[in-house]
């Protein structure tokens, strides 16, 4: 498995974020076989090797990325460098046949610190190999700010992008987080994580399921 990334075991997922109403609700009718997801490459400064995970819900209708190492900071000694932490993963869904997916929304979660003026930013895009990226979903923190944060990108069921059908596409996930320190209380260091230690803490991408044409 590319970049040291690890596959792990069944995780439960909550949708936080209701789809509107349609004839056949996007997890009405998932795959009845076991997807399985390949992490083909990771890049970024978010995700050093061996610092993510990726697990599949039982039902298929989700995968959850758990990350241990992303962590973004300003302010008081933090390195110049660390303000920004992003990370690319590129992944090989492998979908049974007759079916194709697309990623109905995503729920982000971690903790920030940020001192009085200081900023913060969560931002995220998807896109299908050979397609063009979508625009960044982007979500903005201020502080002062101490505690748990969480963030949800959702698309209507007519704006999903569905993967090409009979064609093995890899699809790729970017995600960013950016800390300012602002001028307020330079000295002192806020930050930003989207990562868990424990394995409580996960990015969860729910997934909607249609079958293909003809199929």
């Known amino acids: 498995m590319a970049g040291g990334l690890l596959m792990s075991g069944a995780v439960a997922a909550l949708l936080t974020t209701a789809l509107p109403a349609h004839a056949s609700s996007p997890f009405d009718n998932p795959p009845p ?20 995970a990726v697990a599949v819900s039982p039902d298929n209708t989700a995968f959850t990325v758990t990350y241990s190492a992303y962590l973004a900071q300003a302010g008081g000694n ?16 492998h979908v049974p046949q ?29 896109y299908f190999q050979g397609s063009s990226n979508t625009v960044p979903r982007t979500h903005p923190f201020n502080g002062p700010y101490n505690d748990d944060w969480q963030a949800t990108d959702s698309t209507d069921w007519a704006q999903l992008v569905w993967a090409p059908c009979g064609v093995l596409r890899n699809f790729n996930i970017n995600t960013e987080l950016r800390v300012g320190a602002g001028t307020a209380s330079p000295d002192k260091v806020s930050f930003m994580t989207m990562d868990s230690t424990d394995g409580d803490i996960s990015t969860v991408y729910h997934m909607a399921w249609k079958q293909c044409p003809n199929s």
């Open 33 to 52: 076989d076991k997807i399985v997801i390949d992490v083909a490459t990771v890049n970024g400064s978010g995700c050093p090797a061996g610092t993510a």
């Open 78 to 93: 933090s390195d110049p460098t660390a303000f920004r932490k992003n990370c690319q993963l590129n992944l090989v869904v």
């Open 98 to 126: 007759g079916f194709t997916y697309a990623i109905a929304s995503a729920d982000y979660r971690g903790f920030a610190s940020l001192q009085r003026g200081a900023t913060a930013t969560q931002k995220a895009s998807y």
